[in-house]
Nanobody, 124 residues
């Protein structure tokens, strides 16, 4: 059974940093694209970063580009999201998700496993 568990959320001050983790179990995460998504109550879920399977590249939404970094540790079956220079607009519940597709990585319709979410609050 494919499972993902996020951790690392919490309260952080504007301009600060936070590192989220997404640990996979029941499957080899490097065989899957892994995306980070976030959602604010009342708004649609937003895909913010994608790490293509077998380390074939990464992409970022404009809203987080040059501030957030997605990375993998295959030995730990884990994908990370390093969040730097955060702003109150980054406040959301963050989810990781895994999909096996080749042509359309990190698209919600192809996701086979979602994490339970971790809350990030940016406030002074």
């Amino acid at each position: 059974q494919l499972q993902l568990v996020e951790s690392g959320g919490g309260l952080v001050q504007p301009g600060g940093s936070l590192k989220l983790s997404c640990v996979g179990s029941g499957f080899t995460l490097n065989n899957y694209n892994v995306g980070w998504f976030r959602q604010v109550p009342g708004k649609e879920r937003e895909g913010i970063s994608c790490s293509r399977r077998k380390e074939r590249g990464t992409t970022y939404a404009d809203s987080v580009k040059e501030r957030f970094i997605i990375s993998r540790d295959n030995a730990k079956n884990t994908v990370y999201l390093q969040m730097n220079n955060v702003t109150p607009e980054d406040t959301a519940t963050y989810y990781c998700a895994a999909d096996p597709t080749t042509l359309s990585p990190c698209q919600e319709k192809f996701v086979e496993a979602w994490g339970q979410g971790t809350l990030v609050a940016v406030s002074s």
